[in-house]
Structure formats: structure tokens, C-alpha cells
């Protein structure tokens, strides 16, 4: 059965850099998101992406934020300068929706965990 | 309550009964679902119920939705201990066009117990 895969499972970095975390979404659909779930809270939406483009996105995701998707298969997240609040499980998400205005399910990724130190 | 409250937020059942999960949410819907979290792991899709449906099975698994109430709840029959898990339910509430970003609850946290 066809699944999201995220890259890589957990993430360390010293606060102020860069991390580039990857999501390969399921082939055939057609909108990507990513949430995030700092330990303990709610899983909060961050950005969703359709036709090469961001759709809609939260005041989470500043201009330290960034999503990109460089080939037909990966969908990346980057944060520039990572804040100890970063520290979070980063989910990616994909979705087919064949009409407009109707949803289907979101398959989540497993994850990745980040620690910024 | 916020958008996709769950309740209880722990359930502690004996392996074999039956758990009920309820979630309330504010604004129209344009579906819900409900996901699983394993402690630390990702989450897996359970199930999706549209607005216009009112009741959804799949296999031990029965949700209702109530758009009069903004309420739906999930049911688990038969509990094993490896449903011991949180249960989140996720509205879509984004306007016609909108990209159907989830709005999470809290989660329930089931511990069946063998």
C-alpha cells in the first residue's frame, strides 16, 4: 500500500541553522501539507502546497519557513534559523482530491523529530 | 470547547469492551476524520465521515456525525490492547476551494488493558 516517507526520522541542530527536512507524498496526489506537533500539544497545520505553489498557511510558518518541491517526488520543508522553539515531530501530509471542494483523506508521514539544542 | 475538542481526554477500558470517543468542533464542516497516534509514532488514517453522512464503518470501527450538535463520535467494539493509542478527530472547515488544512483536537488517550 502506498505510504508518505519522511527523511530523516530525527533531526538534531544547534539553534541558528539551517535543516531541510524531506517527504516523498503518495505518486498520485495532488496536495501537500505539513504540520507540526510540539510534544504534548495539538497537532498544528503549518503550510499546504498545490500546483507548485503554497495555498494557504499559518501564522506559524514565518519567513523562516519555506516549502519547495524540487522534482516530481520530493516535497521539503526548510527552516533557516532554527529557534529552540522549533524543537517539534514535523508531519508531512498528501491528499488526492479529484473535485474541487471535495476532500479526501490525508495520509500523514511517520515524522520527524526535531531537536534544536 | 475549541475546534475538534475530544472527550474524555483518558479512557481506560478492559481488553473486549467497547470505546467511545466523542469529539466537538464549532464551525461547519466539510468532513472529519478521525486518526490514531501511537506514543511518539506518526499518525494513520482511521477513517473519514463527510458532511452529508451521518454514520461510517470500518471494520471494529463506527463513527457517527451529528452536524446539528457539531459533534461526532468514534467507537471501537471488541478493544484489543494494541488499540492502546490517542484517538484524534481533524476537521476540515475550510471554505469551498480551500485547500482542506485539518484543524486538530486535543486527543483521547485509550488504554485497554489485557
Known amino acids: 500500500e502506498p505510504e508518505v516517507t519522511q527523511t530523516p526520522s530525527h533531526q538534531v541542530t544547534q539553534m541558528g541553522q539551517e535543516v531541510i527536512l524531506r517527504c516523498v507524498p503518495i505518486?498520485?496526489?495532488?496536495?501537500f501539507y505539513w504540520y507540526r506537533q510540539i510534544l504534548g500539544q495539538k497537532v498544528e497545520f503549518l503550510v499546504s502546497?498545490?500546483?507548485?505553489?503554497?495555498?494557504?498557511k499559518s501564522e506559524i510558518f514565518d519567513d523562516q519557513f519555506s516549502v519547495e518541491r524540487p522534482d516530481g517526488s520530493n516535497f521539503t520543508l526548510k527552516i533557516r534559523s532554527t529557534k529552540l522553539e522549533d524543537s517539534a515531530m514535523y508531519f508531512c501530509?498528501?491528499?488526492?482530491?479529484?473535485?474541487?471542494?471535495?476532500?479526501?483523506?490525508?495520509?500523514f508521514g511517520p515524522g520527524t523529530r526535531l531537536t534544536v539544542l | 470547547s475549541q475546534q475538534g475538542e475530544e472527550d474524555p481526554q483518558a479512557l481506560s477500558i478492559q481488553e473486549g469492551e467497547n470505546a467511545t470517543m466523542n469529539c466537538s468542533y464549532k464551525?461547519?464542516?466539510?468532513?472529519l476524520q478521525w486518526y490514531r497516534q501511537n506514543s511518539g509514532r506518526g499518525l494513520v488514517h482511521l477513517i473519514l465521515?463527510?458532511?452529508?453522512?451521518r454514520e461510517k464503518h470500518s471494520g471494529r470501527l463506527r463513527v457517527t456525525l451529528d452536524t446539528s450538535k457539531k459533534s461526532s463520535s468514534l467507537l471501537i467494539t471488541a478493544s484489543r490492547a494494541a488499540d492502546t493509542a490517542s484517538y484524534f478527530c481533524?476537521?476540515?472547515?475550510?471554505?469551498?476551494?480551500?485547500?482542506?488544512?485539518?484543524?486538530f483536537g486535543k486527543g483521547t488517550k485509550l488504554s485497554v488493558k489485557p
Open positions: 501530509a498528501s491528499s488526492y482530491s479529484g473535485r474541487r471542494g471535495v476532500y479526501n483523506e490525508q495520509f
Open positions: 465521515i463527510r458532511s452529508n453522512e
Open positions: 502546497f498545490y500546483n507548485n505553489e503554497i495555498s494557504e
Open positions: 505518486s498520485n496526489h495532488l496536495y
Open positions: 464551525t461547519s464542516i466539510n468532513n
Open positions: 481533524a476537521t476540515d472547515a475550510g471554505s469551498w476551494g480551500s485547500q482542506g488544512n485539518l484543524i
